[in-house]
Antibody, heavy 127, light 107 residues
Framework: QVHLVQSGAEVKKPGASVKVSCKAT????????ITWVRQAPGQGLEWMGW????????KYAQKFQGRVTMTTETSTSTAYMELRSLISDDAAVYYC????????????????????WGQGTLVTVSS | EIVLTQSPGTLSLSPGERATLSCRAR???????LAWYQQTPGQAPRLLIY???SRATGIPDRFSGSGSGTDFTLTISRVEPEDFAVYYC????????FGGGTKVEMK
């Protein structure tokens, strides 16, 4: 069974950066993208972007362009999401998920559903 | 960005009743690119349905999905106690978006 295990909760000050890790086990890491989704307290789900461990290609949501960086370390099957210049509105639970690469979209990306999720990492932003 | 609107916001049902959840897109969505997720409190979302109507591994057949174009539906034929949760629709094109969610609560 696919497992994605995320790093622990973080408390950051406004203006700081946070880096969340996501370790994948029990599947071939390079064969699926890793995507990141966040959920503010009591709110819905917000897609942030994805990365292909195979070639490092990324796609970020426009909202986070310039402030987020997603990377992978294939030797340890681990994905990372770094968010910079944190503000209070960035306080949320951050999830990684495995993204199927089922369809080649006209936009030039492989797209698919999110079929396995990490347990979530709570990021608190407070002065 | 493709905006998805879910209705109703909250659905109050008794176990054994049928649940019908709606997801409406502001522009047409390929039926290949529509998914549904279930989220219980304190847990990560769980994939239920992808490609509008395909059940994910291990999902009971009381869950079904249908629709096309701008209107999609998740149906739970007979709600079980473990089905009380929040449900999100998602389009997973090149810039994925989620609906705002429908909470299915016990009446």
């Amino acid at each position: 069974q696919v497992h994605l295990v995320q790093s622990g909760a973080e408390v950051k000050k406004p203006g700081a950066s946070v880096k969340v890790s996501c370790k994948a086990t029990d599947y071939t890491f390079n064969n699926y993208d890793i995507t990141w989704v966040r959920q503010a307290p009591g709110q819905g789900l917000e897609w942030m972007g994805w990365i292909s461990p195979y070639n490092g290609k990324t796609k970020y949501a426009q909202k986070f362009q310039g402030r987020v960086t997603m990377t992978t370390e294939t030797s340890t099957s681990t994905a990372y999401m770094e968010l910079r210049s944190l503000i209070s509105d960035d306080a949320a639970v951050y999830y990684c998920a495995r993204k199927q690469t089922y369809y080649y979209d006209s936009s030039g990306y492989y797209v698919g559903w999110f079929d396995a999720w990490g347990q979530g990492t709570l990021v608190t932003v407070s002065s | 960005e493709i905006v998805l609107t879910q209705s109703p916001g909250t659905l109050s049902l008794s176990p054994g009743e049928r649940a019908t959840l709606s997801c409406r897109a502001r522009q047409s969505v390929s039926s290949k690119y529509l998914a549904w997720y279930q989220q219980t409190p304190g847990q990560a979302p769980r994939l239920l349905i992808y490609g509008t109507s395909s059940r994910a591994t291990g999902i009971p057949d009381r869950f079904s999905g249908s629709g096309s174009g701008t209107d999609f539906t998740l149906t739970i034929s007979r709600v079980e106690p473990e089905d009380f949760a929040v449900y999100y629709c998602q389009q997973y094109g090149s810039s994925p978006t989620f609906g705002g969610g429908t909470k299915v609560e016990m009446k």
